[in-house]
């Protein structure tokens, strides 16, 4: 049993966020991390995209299910530890390169063999496993963990979900974080994430967002309105 049970989806920026701030406390408290699925696809299977969402979220959700595809056929194959370093390159590719035009073809080509190909190889696995981004009879088993994600926090939630000490600890939606603490502030965060989260009657803390995730892919675009587009929510944001 891993100390931390983090559930992702590879085109979620929060999650990615939050993922690299909990690499950062794994280094340091040396912490075991097992890296498990959420699809916003399937948390979403009861929208109607067209009505609910700007045009690129359906493409770059669903390219996110075809990664977690790819992702549990690898650890079918080699095992939980393989999916780690698998999501670390494809949020490095994603998020932490330049900035490509914001559009559903661009979103929807994540979830192709072109891209997900030379990153199996760049981590040392098989390229064998692009053939499970067209694999739908995987879909239940993303669906299960992201039924079980959802026990531990309730529906009313995105990704990331992280649970602490599993299967008796204490699990959460998020944090959201729009930037990485720096090495000597990411172990003192996370302790006083996991002391709220511990205390019994804790439900909720929140704030409006501010500012997106700093990441040298997302760039905050605004029209002439002032209107943010937060990628993960789906909504559009006035600003203040």
């Known amino acids: 049993m891993a100390d931390i049970d983090f559930y ?14 909990v690499r950062k406390v794994q280094a340091q408290r040396d912490y075991s991390v097992d890296w498990r699925f959420i699809s ?6 009861h929208i109607d995209y067209d009505s609910h969402f700007p045009p690129e979220y359906e493409a770059g959700h669903t390219a996110g299910l075809r990664l977690l595809r790819a992702a549990a056929a690898v650890r079918r194959e080699h095992g939980s530890d393989a999916v780690g370093p698998l999501y670390q390159a494809l949020g490095t590719h994603i998020f932490d390169t330049e900035a490509v035009p914001d559009d559903a073809a661009s979103h929807g080509h994540r979830g192709t063999a072109a891209f997900l190909g030379p990153i199996l190889e760049e981590v040392g696995l098989p390229t064998h496993h692009t053939a499970a981004l067209d694999d739908s009879t995987i879909d239940d088993e993303i669906r299960a963990e992201t039924d079980h994600a ?26 959201v974080i729009s930037r990485l603490p720096s090495d000597d502030e ?14 019994p009657g804790f439900a909720e803390m929140k704030r409006s967002m ?19 587009q937060d990628w993960h929510a789906g909504s559009r944001r006035q600003k203040k």
Request: aromatic share 12%.
């Open 8 to 21: 992702f989806d590879p085109v979620c920026p929060f999650a990615w966020m939050t993922s690299k701030w």
């Open 40 to 45: 916003l696809r399937l948390l979403n299977s």
């Open 150 to 175: 959802l026990s531990l926090t309730g529906k009313d939630v995105g990704t990331p979900i992280i649970a602490f000490e599993p299967p008796d600890g204490v699990a959460f939606f998020g944090p």
């Open 186 to 199: 990411a172990v003192p965060l996370w302790d006083n994430v996991i002391g709220l989260a511990r205390f």
């Open 210 to 228: 501010r500012e997106l995730p700093q990441l040298k892919a997302l760039g905050v675009q605004e029209d002439e309105a002032g209107v943010q």
